[in-house]
């Protein structure tokens, strides 16, 4: 067979085809290399100090360093709430991985509470996950140690030493402190985050609320060189916190727990003033709590338990519990009657034991029968005609007006965030608030301080400061001094108010002579006080009524024979010496009958006298 013809190749033309590939090659590849030196320039001259940055922070990490709470003391340097340095366990989530089944791990080498777990669960809802939580606060040395032998098998988890608030008397001064808490999120939208990146814990009542600023200090910050994990090598920077300012209540912690003692066992409150200076000397409410319970983070169950506690001791009755003034209004209206000369000292009136108005059939009631009685008289033995007459003369506004410069229906200014101001009731008020009119009756009835008046007990000792002070107005403060760091020690300036004046300056003497017969006649209602060795004292008392009058028909006249919870409320406030006054003092004992009168006797010859205080209420 004959074989095809094979043609020359033509060597000219793929030797031009070549060279035209070759080209074509190189100027991709020179447009590619051309490409890659812009893309190098633009990255490392253009962008070079955005990469450099990032790359600064793939090896260093700022960790902010939270600043010591101030200190608390009372006027005398007794230390209120301090720091104590304890050992937690934190978890920074994001370095935990199948968290749960770690937990659970955890659990087996340190006890964690169900309380525990349901805290964390809720603080890691409300912060990121790279920072540290705390799993459990105050772990002991043993545990600390076991956890320390198998760390490596706990990424994340990491034993931390930190300082929490501590309240060394306990349940005293609780209503005065406050305490503090753990940041929810509706606090973290009112706060600055970035002071507060350090923080866990925040005032939620009392002092430590309302000077949160001042305790809380300025955070700090650290540079520090992490490895490749993400773990610290060294410190290369470092600003430190600022602490916050310790700060020196008025409280005298002394005469605090002599009045809490006198009043333990019994629901009320008592608030004592330096009349001069408006310093509160003591503010109890009882019963009180434990705010040590709240800083450790306190279980739904427990709160709610004191929260639905029958004598509710999370309520502050000084500052926000209102009670009807009772016959305590009587020497302020007896004042402004004198002083616009409703009535003269020496005006009489008989008193058969009822009071009525004209064209009515109602009678307003006295406890007993005084015949006939002037103003001293009427301030000694509590005469309620004698008021339901003065109150008819002077009609609701001028009942209004002095009372309201006494500081009764508005704020003291106390620095508590809680405080409430109290009723002053008129046809205005109870118009708007009660949607009903005003009848003379109303009147009548406020003369005695019933009906719809109101006022905290922070309010009566206000007031009667006020009086001691015959007139001179001093605001009530809590802040002695205070001390920032490397700083002097700054003490507060008493606070001047409006002062009240009168026409006839002599009607301060009628009023406060007629309150110190109170105690020292032996028709005053408050003569049951006893002697009182070493200073005089002016004062007054008051029944609050809890049960309505009608229970007295079937015979239950007698206190004693009523459930507890119906008795009266007993109020008293006096001051003392009554020339000099050293302190005033507002007392209210719920249910409490006639038991605020030996009460104050206690507080008085304990703070006059350096007496020791003993139990006496029944």
């Known amino acids: 067979m004959r074989k095809a013809h094979t043609p020359f190749k033509d060597i000219t033309h793929e030797v031009e085809l070549t060279e035209h590939r070759s080209w074509a090659a190189f100027i991709v590849m020179l447009f590619l290399v051309l490409l890659l030196l812009c893309r190098l320039a633009y990255l490392q001259i253009y962008k070079n100090q955005v990469y450099t940055t990032l790359s600064t922070h793939n090896w260093l990490d700022l960790v902010p360093l939270e600043p010591i709470r101030g200190l608390i003391f009372d006027r005398n340097g007794i230390l209120l709430a301090d720091n104590t340095p304890v050992f937690s366990l934190d978890v920074i989530p994001d370095k935990a991985k199948n968290l749960n089944k770690m937990l659970a791990e955890v659990g087996k080498i340190i006890p964690l509470s169900a309380a525990d777990l349901t805290l964390f669960q809720k603080q890691l809802k409300q912060h990121r996950r790279f920072d540290e939580i705390p799993l459990r606060l105050r772990l002991t040395d043993l545990e600390v140690a ?195 000369d409703i009535i003269s000292s020496e005006d009489t009136i008989y008193d058969p034991g009822w009071f009525m108005l004209k064209n009515s059939e109602h009678v307003f009631r006295d406890t007993k029968v005084h015949g006939t009685v002037d103003l001293t008289k009427a301030i000694i033995t509590s005469c309620d005609v004698y008021f339901y007459e003065l109150a008819s003369k002077m009609g609701i506004k001028r009942i209004d007006n002095v009372l309201q410069q006494f500081g009764f229906g508005k704020l003291s200014g106390i620095e508590m965030d809680e405080e409430v101001a109290g009723v002053v009731s008129s046809p205005e008020w109870k118009r708007r608030v009660k949607k009903a009119p005003w009848y003379e009756g109303d009147t009548i009835i406020s003369g005695i301080g019933q009906g719809y008046m109101q006022a ?163």
């Open 146 to 340: 076991r956890f320390a032998e198998n760390q490596y098998r706990f990424p994340g988890f990491l034993i931390k030493a930190r300082l929490i608030r501590h309240y060394p008397f306990s349940n005293s001064f609780s209503h005065v402190l406050g305490y503090i808490g753990q940041i929810n999120n509706e606090e973290l939208n009112s706060i600055d985050t970035a002071n507060y990146s350090a923080s866990r814990y925040i005032g939620k009542l009392g002092i430590e609320k309302y000077y949160e600023e001042d305790l809380h200090g300025k955070v700090g910050y650290q540079e520090v060189e992490i490895d490749a994990n993400g773990e610290p090598i060294r410190v290369l920077k470092q600003i430190k916190p600022f602490p916050g300012k310790n700060l020196y209540l008025s409280v005298d912690s002394q005469l605090q727990l002599a009045a809490e003692k006198a009043l333990d066992g019994h629901r009320g409150a008592i608030v004592a003033i330096e009349p001069q200076t408006g310093q509160i000397l003591a503010l109890v409410s009882m019963p009180h709590y434990d705010p040590n319970l709240f800083v450790l983070g306190l279980s739904s169950a427990d709160f709610q338990h004191l929260q639905q506690h029958p004598d509710h001791p999370l309520y502050n009755r000084a500052i926000r519990g209102l009670y009807p003034l009772a016959s305590t209004i009587k020497p302020y209206l007896a004042l402004e009657g004198l002083d616009k």
């Open 456 to 618: 905290t007990p922070l309010q009566l000792a206000v007031a009667v400061s006020t009086l001691a002070n015959r007139g001179k107005r001093v605001a009530p403060s809590l802040l002695f001094a205070q001390q920032e760091l490397g700083k002097a020690f700054e003490q507060q300036s008493p606070i001047l108010m409006d002062t009240i004046t009168l026409n006839d300056e002599e009607n301060w003497d009628t009023i406060i002579h007629a309150m110190q017969k109170v105690i020292d006649a032996p028709d005053g209602t408050a003569h049951r006080f006893g002697p009182h060795p070493g200073y005089t004292i002016a004062g007054k008392t008051g029944t609050a009524q809890v049960h309505s009058k009608k229970q007295d028909e079937e015979g239950l006249e007698d206190q004693k024979k009523l459930p507890e919870q119906l008795r009266d409320h007993s109020l008293f406030i006096a001051f003392a010496p009554a020339e000099q006054p050293k302190i005033a003092l507002a007392i209210i004992v719920e249910n409490g009958s006639t038991a605020a009168v030996p009460l104050a006797k206690q507080i008085l010859d304990f703070y006059l006298n350096k007496k020791e205080p003993s139990h006496v209420i029944p």
